[in-house]
């Protein structure tokens, strides 16, 4: 498994990736190709967008970074980081997050962040332990989420 910066060409393999995870958890989201390049890979908030790439070349998953701007939907204080992970469910289990987040770690890091949040569905057991394992620890919990904030430094 490979880690690099999301291209415009990966943007396909990473509808893929959306499409595998809502059609194993039911969770409809935007997940075109159009989407992908401007919310994911050319984001103007955007930090970093990192993808895991198999032996052959297809994406296994991918995890964004954006910086927290004034009224987002999420509700996080500006300045900090949003990070988004999302991992194809056949790759589930062999390191593809914490690759992943090694790298978003990295790139929070340089961009002088202080905190990340990660805004996870309450019932997301799998993300919760994920995020748990990452370092984040739980600060909010509004109607049917749970919100984590890792602190870096």
Known sequence: METRRAAIADAEGMHRVLRAIIARTGRERPSDVAFV???YIANPAGIC????IDAAGEVMGFQSLVRA?????????????????????H???QGVGAALFRATHAAAQAAGLTKIDAYIAADNAGALRYYEAMGFRTYRTPEGIVQKVCTLG
């Open 91 to 93: 790759a589930h289990r």
């Open 49 to 52: 967008c990192t993808v895991a």
């Open 37 to 39: 390049t401007n919310h």
């Open 69 to 89: 701007e004034a009224g987002n939907r999420y509700a996080v204080p500006p300045g900090w980081g949003i990070i988004g992970t999302h991992i194809a469910p």
